[in-house]
């Protein structure tokens, strides 16, 4: 196997030409690129909270497509109404292959976001709480968009990046109880045209969810028990057309509803979860788009209070 | 643990909260209503909190109640605000807060929920240093 000149990306040797070729033809879609377990919470984050969450998510398509993201989402607590979040990501991703064929993969950084999010709304009650939280920042091109083989571009698909900086912003909002859960969320990214290499359409997402605790069915009059929580939840992505240098590409633009089916288990430093992911619907304006077939992830989420010094009680 | 090992454990707190002199020390006991609370992830917002209040040293979690119940230092005084800032400072809206004073036999922390915000005292790394002596010579 040779190496391209990007080192991140690893090709077959001669019989990957043909492949090389093959792919290039197909369209530049981002449909199968996966997006991490990014649904935004509306839930507090603590003055001084740190909350770490590693994701591991994996996604089988066809044709041959195969690939993994680890995403590490990190949020803070900065004022009791106001928490920062960053999000990393690092992604492999491999297309093509067969018995007479190596497939093309490439394994990076992914464009890395930073946004803050700040609660407009709370109505606390006891056991339950209603929330609104609208959310901005900007996606920072870390990752790669101009992934070559032969001297063309790969497809969307293989990219990992935008090229750009790119502004995020949203909004989410949640009623929780100790028996169940609903919340929804929309975000756009903004994807300005690079000059060079592909420059993904922006990307309109809106999420939903229920959730309802499986065990225990009664929580124990004293204590803290570990939950087990089932989640239901659909996810809608729209991207725009990408451009390829700067030229318009009318065939790139897509729509999916994906469905997640997620269990948990939360106790009170940590939660960790399971779940798989089929996409309900799959509308892609090129016939040659990637289609996913089924993802699955597992996550682990830990909580830290952040190092402090003991401050004294106010006087009354 | 044990009846035993919980009887024991009574009667060294029961010990503790006593001054040489055999008069008892009392604690402030707090007894917050949390709003907004329905998960262990949102009691952990609170222990963060709790976490930074001098003085508070264990604290009670009870989900199905949705409240917290904190133990100070023995002599110490806090105030319901002082309660109502940790809720605040959690991203919750206060809840009432119940403030008591608790003696003796009343301050067992083996219940079910009971959990301590300090790091243990000094006292045991004394004990490790002597015991790592007597090995020693």
Known sequence: ?316 | MSAAGRMALVLLVALAVRTAAGEEVWRTRAVAKLYGVYSPRGFFNIVVRLKCLESAEWVKLDLKRAQITVDFEPGEEVSKEDLARVQHEAGYRPGPVELFRVTGETVDHSAPGWMRLKSPPPKKTAQRVRMARRQRG
């Open chain 1, 1 to 316: 196997m040779e190496r391209c000149p990007n080192r991140q990306l690893a090709i077959p040797g001669n019989r990957g030409l043909a492949l090389c070729a093959a792919v290039l033809a197909a369209a530049l879609s981002r449909s199968v690129e996966g997006s991490p377990a990014t649904f935004v919470t509306a839930l507090p984050v603590a003055t001084g909270q740190l909350l770490v969450r590693f994701n591991f998510q994996t996604t089988f398509s066809t044709p041959e497509f195969f690939g993994f993201q680890t995403p590490v989402t990190i949020a803070y607590g900065v004022i009791p109404h106001l928490a920062l979040f960053v999000n990393l990501n690092q992604s492999y991703q491999s297309l093509g292959g067969g018995p007479d064929v190596a497939p093309l993969s490439s394994w990076a950084a992914r464009d890395p976001v930073v946004y803050v999010r700040y609660t407009v709304l709370k109505i606390d009650r006891t056991q339950a709480t209603f929330r609104i939280t609208p959310l901005g920042g900007v996606f920072l091109p870390a990752g790669e968009n101009a992934l070559q083989a032969q001297g063309a571009y790969l497809p969307g698909a293989l990219q990992t990046g935008s090229g750009t900086v790119d502004p995020y912003f949203g909004i989410a909002l949640s009623y929780n109880s100790d028996a169940f859960g609903v919340a929804a969320d929309a975000t756009y990214r903004l994807n300005p045209v690079s000059r060079a290499g592909i420059s993904p359409g922006s990307e309109l997402r809106s999420d939903a969810q229920v959730e309802t605790r499986l065990y225990p069915r009664k929580l124990p009059e004293e204590g803290m028990p570990g939950l087990i929580d089932v989640s239901l939840e659909a996810n809608y992505t729209q991207d725009a057309a990408s451009f390829a240098d700067g030229v318009r590409n009318a065939l790139s633009s897509g729509r999916t509803l994906k469905q997640d089916l997620v269990l948990e288990y939360s106790t009170l430093r940590w939660q960790i979860g399971i779940g798989g992911r089929w996409p309900l619907l799959q509308s892609f304006d090129s016939p040659t788009a990637l289609r996913e077939r089924f993802s699955a992830f597992v996550f682990y989420e830990y909580y830290f209070a952040v190092p402090h010094r003991r401050h004294r009680r106010r006087d009354s």
